[in-house]
């Protein structure tokens, strides 16, 4: 597959087989969500400088390092269900404020969160191993943020390539893909606290649901492995 450049050398390889939908319109749309839009639509910083990049074997290595969720909703009282704005964070917390890189894993469905009351982000669900989906990951394309805003240029390059590489656009339900993709993976920390994990309207397919409301939010690169 031809690559295509795009800021931070984002490459990636994905085939999804699925009813057409415009890519053009896709890869400019604005994040269109109101929870916790800064962090959702910015490269985690420490300041002004962009917080270093922590590596990680695999997915496996990431989950076990990161903090229980029960332990985050304690500590962060604005970061539990219902919490109505503008009591939830709208900064990163301090365990947020982390950009990781995830040598290896494997893309294992996606989905486009468009409609009426869709954010505009593409969830990629991320797995441990191709076949055994029982540790996986949430991790999200940012909808853009406004143009002013200076991730703006990077968030954009990767909803494009995204799109580019794709051979038609993500639905508004989970695909499975097949095969899945084999990546390395780059994005900031980022804590949902909106929603649970693991029930059957949390994020994630039925056969490959985060256990965790963890998230790399928002993906910044992305590069396909052989």
Sequence with gaps: MKAIAAPLGVLLAVGFCVQYVPAASLATE????DYRAIPKTTIAR???KTASVKQYKDLHSLLVALPKDATMRSKYPGLRRGVKKPHWPSQRELEEIRNVRIKSCWIVSAKHEGGATGDRDFHVIVSTSPTNFSEVMNAEISGLPPASRPDFNTLKGV????LSLATNAPTSSF???RPPKHVVLEGSLY???AHGAGGKSDPGPAW????SVWEIHPIYKITSLP
């Design 208 to 211: 490959a649901k985060p256990q």
């Design 175 to 177: 695909l499975h893909l």
């Design 46 to 48: 420490n300041g002004t």
């Design 30 to 33: 604005r994040f269109a969500g």
């Design 159 to 162: 909803r494009a390539v995204f």
């Design 191 to 193: 804590f949902d606290g």
